[in-house]
C-alpha cells in the first residue's frame, strides 16, 4: 500500500464529507481537504475524491486536468444526472451516482492504495 497516500477531498457537502474521511483514513490514506479541483496538483494528491456538483458548470474538464496531473479521480453525483456521470467517466474519473458510491468507496480505495494494515 501506498504508506499515508494523500487523498484529496473535493466534498463541500460536510454530511458527506464526515463518511469520506472516515474511508480515506480507514483506508490508509491521509485526508487533504481542496477547495478548488486545480489545488489538488500543489497538494500533492495521488487520488482526488470530487462531488461533481463541485467541480464547477463542466467537471469534465476539470477531471481532465487532475488526471493530467498522474491523479486518480473518484467521482461521484446524484443518480438522476446520468449524462454527467457518463462525461466524467469519458474524461477519465471512477464515476458513480452518490449512493453506490459510498457504498462502494472503501472498496474503490482498496483498489487504488491497496488493503489497510492491520494494527
Not at 463541500?12 to 485526508?31: E, I, M, T, Y
Not at 489538488?40 to 463542466?58: H, K, P, Q, R
Not at 457504498?103 to 492504495?113: G, I, N, S, T, Y
Amino acid at each position: 500500500m501506498a504508506e499515508g497516500a494523500r487523498v484529496g477531498v473535493l466534498v463541500p457537502n460536510l454530511f458527506l464529507r464526515v463518511g469520506v474521511d472516515a474511508a480515506v483514513q480507514g483506508s490508509g490514506g491521509q485526508v487533504v481537504g481542496l477547495a478548488e479541483p486545480a489545488s489538488a496538483a500543489a497538494a500533492g494528491c495521488a487520488i482526488v475524491i470530487a462531488d461533481l456538483e463541485a467541480l464547477g458548470s463542466d467537471p469534465a474538464a476539470a477531471i481532465r486536468a487532475i488526471v493530467a496531473t498522474g491523479a486518480t479521480v473518484l467521482a461521484f453525483g446524484p443518480h438522476v444526472q446520468g449524462e454527467r456521470l457518463a462525461a466524467a467517466r469519458a474524461a477519465g474519473a471512477v464515476a458513480f451516482p452518490r449512493s453506490v458510491f459510498l457504498q462502494r468507496l472503501p472498496e474503490l480505495l482498496a483498489a487504488v492504495l491497496g488493503p489497510a494494515r492491520e494494527g
